[in-house]
């Protein structure tokens, strides 16, 4: 007889959204899930990311590295080095909030995480068309659009989605010149769960040459919901939590999939 599929929990961005997170656990406790992990952004934005970062390493919840977390390991170290705050408040708030061996902890997260029994990759951000799982960039913790030939960069996406360095081009004017979102290029057999760009309900997006890119960022910090997405075997489904209010402004990426 086959042995049952394990089903597996991937919890989108909880970005220091912590009583969310905790409301959302409670939830997931009555499945009984294998194994619950974190798709990356734990910190940044919400109120409490040093409580979101002790709630996961307290219950042994393993999770990728997501972009944030990149970007506070820099930052924690060179308050470390320097012995000045961060010019951005947001940064230097959770930097307070983390103690040292969180720090150590973050740093040493994956950058994918891939469950070959189930079929099913773990990334924050994207994946490179026929590039092996195992030979993916480090970039794949930003990993937004793309162009297959040129690896490791991304554009943001989204119809507000101009960020300085970007020559002021948007989503479309970036995809004249190549350029795509990830997913929409996903060429790789395992299933694969994502965070980092942002939609207004879970994403399942379908390819007739791939496996499903489900993505699970629901925007908690920005009055979304904190999601995470159940692979059994079967259909992917999702449990989630409503924000309690808008925590950060959503000043650049669009909450939504057009």
């Given at each position: 007889m086959d042995k049952p599929a394990r089903r597996i929990a991937v919890?989108?961005?909880?970005?220091?959204?912590?009583?969310e997170l905790v409301l959302l656990y409670k939830k997931l406790e009555w499945l009984s899930l294998d194994e619950i992990w974190g798709a990356g952004?734990?910190?940044?934005?919400?109120?409490?990311?040093?409580?979101?970062?002790?709630?996961?390493?307290?219950?042994n919840l393993p999770t990728v590295k997501g972009n944030h977390?990149?970007?506070?390991?820099?930052?924690?170290?060179?308050?470390?080095?320097?012995?000045?705050a961060p010019s951005?408040?947001?940064?230097?708030?959770?930097?307070?909030q983390l103690k040292k061996d969180d720090v150590l902890w973050l740093k040493e997260l994956p950058k994918i995480h891939v469950f070959d029994d189930r079929k099913l990759v773990i990334v924050h951000g994207g994946l490179w068309p026929t590039i092996p799982l195992y030979a993916q960039p480090l970039n794949v913790i930003r990993?937004?659009?793309?162009?297959?030939?040129?690896?490791?960069?991304?554009?943001?996406?989204?119809?507000?989605?101009?960020?300085?360095?970007?020559d002021?081009?948007?989503?479309?004017?970036?995809?004249?010149?190549?350029?795509e979102r990830w997913y929409k290029l996903y060429d790789h057999e395992y299933d694969c769960v994502f965070g980092h760009s942002v939609f207004n309900q879970p994403l399942i997006?379908?390819?007739?040459?791939?496996?499903?890119c489900v993505g699970v960022d629901t925007g908690s910090c920005f009055g979304g919901s904190v999601t995470a997405g159940i692979f059994d075997g079967?259909?992917?489904?999702?449990?989630?939590?409503?924000?309690?209010?808008?925590?950060f402004e959503l000043t650049r990426r669009l909450i939504g999939e057009e």
């Open positions: 919890i989108g961005d909880v970005h220091g959204c912590l009583d952004d734990l910190v940044d934005r919400g109120p409490d990311s040093g409580g979101v970062v002790q709630f996961f390493r307290e219950n977390e990149d970007s506070i390991v820099n930052t924690f170290e060179f308050m470390q080095r320097s012995g000045k951005n408040a947001d940064k230097a708030r959770t930097c307070q990993a937004q659009m793309i162009k297959p030939g040129i690896v490791g960069q991304s554009k943001w996406w989204g119809k507000d989605a101009i960020k300085q360095g970007d002021g081009k948007n989503e479309d004017e970036w995809r004249k010149l190549g350029w997006h379908r390819s007739n040459r791939a496996g499903l079967g259909e992917p489904w999702f449990v989630s939590v409503k924000a309690k209010k808008v925590y």
